[in-house]
């Protein structure tokens, strides 16, 4: 399931496009519509949404909203229920909302958990759900013929949820691993405390995870969860949202038939009211483990509102003036370098809650500087008004950039669904958009004169050193006036099927072309393209200028490639050229920029990879051990000493080197014409000639005998581990679909369908869940597919067993081993290889279904020399046998000879462990059928045969040190 939590990362145009997690609690009053009512045509002009929608309100209360988008074969059912965090209104009792949107996926009477599953996976579906402060939404994604067998399960489980005591006891142990999960995450932790000291009563006081506490009793209560589940999960709080290749009419009798006879609720459970904030507050937040510093400046804010213009109006100002393009960003991040995050994030909820700025500062020492920094802008806000020219842009690039995000079917729906659960109306985001249409600069500052005020503040800070004393002492706002200086913002965007315009430039350079000692230098040359300027411009110009198009150029670096991407409007298309490929032809190559990309690099390697991020930390440190010695045996981030030796000329000679005319593959899609294409090409022929650097020779993985265990020692909650061997096998290998048939039944990415998810996660609640690749996906926490552009000439077979609890980490690598045994020498069955089969046929659509992910794909099939992606695996399929998928797994797999790497706290006590072989036995808090328990005894007293000297402890800190 989904968490969505503030994160430094939020893309703050994205947020106001998506106003998401509020609600309408009085939807449940509305009168019952006719049938097939259309919402209305759009709005010449004024309307985002392109598309007729019907809507329907059932007797019992029941919203349908049908969109049919006019794009084939997909159909997307959302269903927003009005209920999140907001809604936990009894003490003690924080946390159910998400807690429900997992055992959603417990199954009822007439479809179990297994079945439903088995269901879902025949479909070839995608399927999650998501948790906010002020709603659960449940998101699937299909082909179009399996819409009544969708319909029909889904209205299943929301009227006839069934679980027992002791599922409830085991899926409450795994939103413990959730929580726990997340707490490596500073951040996260300095919003809860946040929350905490900003609200008194309201129940935005606690976060959609809960209190910790909270989630620690939530085993007893058990009859609690029947109360919140009946009085939320009613028809007069839900939306069905049916987008896609659907006929209107005929969806809605299937509506009608499975979810007519769903019954109106009775109980209510008023939300208290919040008194009016008495502040400015300050709290600071210790970190156990290394960190650089936070600090956070947040106000009380307004609701989410389609006729009021304040939170609209809010929202535009902070995003201005402290968004990427911001004059503030530039001085701090670019030139004074004092930080190297700042991001503004207000969430639209039903009530009034915070919008906050934050930055993470390089150095503890200047945190009262940065603090003092962003509270001077914010005091000039209420007294010097943004231009028009500047607000006019900021409208211009939201109109473009909703235009550019609604390429697929998954995505409108979704879009949908996080502005429908307000009032269940398909108006709101047309309503929403007019709001924003109607700004002016004098609405914004009557917003900032009204909200941005000392009684509504709150100051939070988080750091693992001492900060200077000053910092607790907060200055009045008025004391710090000083003349505003305003400039204009930017947007990062994506790609879309629509009018935008997108081209991938693929160049053969990667990270293992690195010279030795300088590791880290091909990521440091393709940041120093994307994101500092151009010889004409300086990034903030280049920023600036995109700003008004929603255009965007980014850089992507991995092993064997380098990728860069561009995306703008057709109407747009020749002013970008002209400014954003300079950056790649003339790059601008500044002191100044080379510093702050140099030291942003090192904290992603230090901070965002090794400090803060177990799991991905793992899975980087098992690439890098399998393929010790060869060119793969470093990230692509580098190692420290690697980049702290890398000079600005280093980067002048490794582009001049690497982007060739000679080294590169070029991808355009969109509305495109001859003009764009020879301008693209023109631009390519500008690049010097010359095959660019030397290719690799495909890396050769190293093999071991027996298990070969790493242990990273670090401060941590909870034990990360990854393990895996080389193979030979990529795309254009003849087992490559063999083998993908494989792990995509054993541990498929993010779905809760495969055997690895089932006998770790599901009937054990071990972990969050347990994944098994045959390609490198870095980032795979952060997103269901992998990223394209990132091929290689080896890869790896990995498992990636999610963070469990210390005393468990001996089993869950028993379990894993286990189960990966079977497969090798049992194989799959008919049964099994019948059901992946049918299941990857329709779900490699949904791989590809964005134009994003087309391009990149097809670049992909180029490099590997195969045919596309799509018609190359249906292809395969088609004809593919199991016996076949069983050879391939005998010949590339082993159980036995395996790398292995732990992230552990104790790491001489889990060697110890791993090294006596002794039994490792698990505790449930429920009762366990005896089939489990005696599996559990066999599995428990595996010998795993591991060495003494096969068993490595390295503390994090040398970890990719040199």
């Known amino acids: 399931m989904e968490f969505f939590a503030p994160c430094a990362m939020t893309l703050v145009l994205a947020s106001i496009v998506y106003p998401a997690f509020a609600q309408n609690q009085g939807a449940a009053a509305q009168t019952p519509t006719p049938a097939h009512k259309p919402a209305g045509k759009a709005q010449a002009g004024k309307d985002l949404l392109p598309f007729q929608a019907t809507e329907k309100l059932l007797p019992n209360g029941l919203k349908i909203i049908i969109v049919p988008t006019g794009l084939p074969n997909l159909v997307s059912l959302q269903i927003p229920v009005q209920t999140g965090s907001r809604n936990e209104v009894e003490p003690g009792k924080s946390g159910f909302a998400h807690f429900f949107e997992h055992m959603m996926f417990r199954g009822t009477k007439e479809i179990p958990a297994d079945k439903y599953k088995d269901i879902l996976t025949a479909t070839g579906a995608r399927q999650n759900a998501y948790t906010s402060d002020d709603l659960t939404n449940y998101h699937t994604t299909f082909s179009k013929e399996d819409l009544e067998t969708i319909l029909r399960v889904e209205a299943d489980r929301f009227q006839n949820l069934s679980y027992s005591e002791a599922d409830f006891k085991t899926e409450s142990r795994a939103v413990l691993g959730e929580y726990n999960k997340n707490s490596a995450n500073p951040i996260s932790k300095l919003f809860e405390v946040t929350r905490d000291t900003a609200f008194q009563k309201h129940t935005y006081k606690h976060t959609t995870m809960g209190f910790l506490k909270d989630i620690e009793d939530m085993p007893n209560q058990f009859a609690y969860s029947k109360i919140f589940f009946d009085r939320w999960y009613r028809p007069e709080y839900t939306t069905l949202i049916v987008a896609g290749d659907v006929d209107p009419k005929a969806t809605i009798t299937l509506i009608e038939k499975y979810w007519g006879k769903w019954q109106r609720g009775k109980m209510q459970a008023p939300v208290p009211v919040e008194p009016p904030a008495n502040g400015p507050y300050y709290k600071h937040v210790p970190w156990p483990s290394s960190t650089l510093p936070y600090v956070t400046v947040s106000f009380h804010a307004p609701a989410f509102s389609v006729t009021n213009k304040e939170h609209a109006a809010l929202r535009m100002l902070l995003s201005l003036s402290f968004g990427a393009t911001s004059e503030l960003y530039k001085r701090l991040q670019q030139d004074e370098q004092k930080v190297d995050q700042l991001f503004d994030y207000t969430p639209d909820n039903v009530d009034p809650g915070l919008a906050t700025i934050a930055a993470r500062v390089k150095k503890p020492e200047d945190v009262v500087y940065v603090r003092d920094a962003i509270l001077k802008k914010i005091a000039v806000l209420s007294h010097a008004p943004l231009s028009g020219k500047e607000l006019d842009d900021a409208k211009s690039a939201l ?221 980087e440190r098992l690439q890098t051990k399998v393929f010790a010695g060869s060119a793969y045996a470093h990230p692509v981030l580098g190692t420290l000493k690697g980049i702290e030796a890398i000079t600005l000329d280093d980067v002048k000679q490794f582009w001049k080197q690497a982007y060739t005319s000679g080294a590169l593959n070029v991808g355009i899609s969109g509305d495109v014409n001859d003009e764009m294409v020879n301008a693209l090409k023109q631009v390519v022929a500008k690049l010097p000639a010359g095959k660019g650097l030397p290719a690799i020779a495909a890396p050769a993985g190293k093999a071991t005998q027996g298990l070969d265990v790493e242990i990273i020692e670090k401060n941590t909650r909870a034990t990360a581990i990854s393990l895996g061997l080389p193979i030979t096998v990529t795309r254009a290998h003849p087992d490559f679909v063999s083998l993908w048939v494989a792990k995509t039944w054993l541990g498929e990415h993010r779905a809760s369908s495969s055997h690895l998810y089932q006998r770790i996660r599901e009937i054990r609640g071990m972990n969050y869940g347990d994944y098994a690749y045959i390609e490198a996906f ?185």
């Open 778 to 962: 870095p980032g795979g926490m952060f997103q269901f597919f992998p990223t394209a552009n990132r091929a290689r000439q080896s890869q790896l077979f990995e498992i990636w067993i999610r963070p469990v609890a210390p005393e468990n980490a001996h089993m869950a690598l028993r379990v894993a081993i286990t189960e990966l045994d079977k497969m090798v020498k049992q194989g799959l069955s008919k049964e099994q290889f019948e059901m992946t089969r049918a299941y990857l046929m329709k779900n490699v659509f949904m791989m590809t279904a964005t134009q994003d992910q087309q391009l990149g794909y097809a670049l992909d099939a180029q490099w590997h020399r195969t045919p596309e992606f799509t018609k190359m695996m249906r292809d395969k399929l088609a004809t593919l046998t199991a016996d076949e998928v069983n050879a391939a797994i005998k010949k590339h797999l082993s159980s036995e000879n395996l790398s292995v790497v732990m992230i552990a706290k104790d790491a001489a006590d889990l060697k110890e462990k791993l090294v006596a072989d002794a039994f490792s036995p698990i505790k449930y808090n429920s009762d366990k059928p005896k089939d489990l328990l005696d599996e559990d005894q066999v599995i428990g007293k595996r010998k795993l045969n591991i060495k003494a000297e096969s068993v490595n402890i390295i503390p994090a800190s040398k970890v990719f040190a040199e």
């Open 399 to 619: 109109k473009y950039g909703v235009i550019r995000s609604l390429d697929n079917t998954d995505q409108i729906a979704g879009t949908l669904a996080r502005f429908v659960h307000y009032k269940r109306s398909y108006a709101t985001m047309n309503q929403f958009y007019q709001v924003i249409d109607s700004l002016t600069p004098a609405d914004l500052q009557a917003a900032a004169k009204k909200y941005l005020v000392d009684e509504g503040m709150i100051i939070s800070t988080l750091s693992s050193n001492a900060l200077p004393a000053e910092i607790a002492t907060l200055p009045k706002l008025a004391s710090l006036i000083e003349k505003p200086d305003y400039s204009k913002y930017n947007v990062l965007v994506q790609a879309s099927k629509l009018p935008q315009v997108r081209f991938k430039l693929v160049f053969n350079a990667g990270s293992a072309q690195d010279p030795a000692g300088k590791e880290g230098l091909a990521r440091m040359t393709a940041a120093m393209i994307d994101n500092a300027g151009s010889k004409e411009r300086k990034i903030d110009e280049v920023k600036k200028a995109l700003f008004p198009m929603a255009a965007s150029f980014s850089a992507q670096t991995d092993k064997e490639m380098t990728s860069f991407t561009g995306s703008v409007h057709k109407d747009k298309w020749q002013e970008y050229m002209r400014i954003a490929m300079p950056q790649l032809l003339e790059p601008g190559f500044r002191e100044e920029d080379f510093r702050r990309i140099k030291d942003e690099q090192k904290n992603a390697l230090l901070l965002d990879l090794k400090d803060n991020n177990e799991e991905e930390f793992a899975k």
